[in-house]
């Protein structure tokens, strides 16, 4: 069973990215609304599933991941450019902000063993793969 992305306003916001790139001048943007999504890969191994997710400029401390009835929750925050650190600025366009990311975990993922690694930026989540009950063959004996 693979890892399913669980975002219930995905339908709107692909709706919404479609119009604005329909009338090419963007509506709203994320940076405007101060939420912002972070690309993440995902694949699956043999005894694991694994999360690469993309937090360029994110602090540690500021991401959190939490496992709760079958959903995997990512969620953290970049902070923004202080208003004197913005002197000099052309332009601005690395969204900041509150971020948050959900994913259906199959049956088969072992929640209690969820590890998390933070390194050069990448956050990656193992998500190990509980130990399948193999069936087995009883033998008969004669009375």
Request: charged share 25%.
């Amino acid at each position: 069973m693979t890892v399913l992305r669980y975002e219930p306003w995905s339908l709107v916001s692909r709706l919404q990215k479609d119009i604005d790139r329909l009338f090419s001048a963007p509506m709203t943007t994320a940076a405007d609304s101060g939420a912002w999504v972070p690309p993440v890969d995902i694949h699956e191994e043999t005894h694991a599933f694994v999360l690469h997710v993309d937090l360029p400029g994110v602090d540690l401390k500021a991401v959190e991941i939490t496992a709760d009835q079958g959903v995997l929750t990512v969620r953290g925050q970049r902070a923004a450019l202080r208003p004197e650190a913005r002197e000099g600025y052309r332009r601005i366009e690395r969204t900041n902000g509150e971020f948050q990311r959900r994913f259906s975990l199959p049956e088969t993922a072992d929640t209690l063993s969820i590890k998390a690694k933070f390194h050069n930026g990448v956050l990656e989540v193992t998500i190990p793969k509980q130990a399948v009950a193999q069936p087995q063959k009883i033998l008969v004996e004669a009375a």
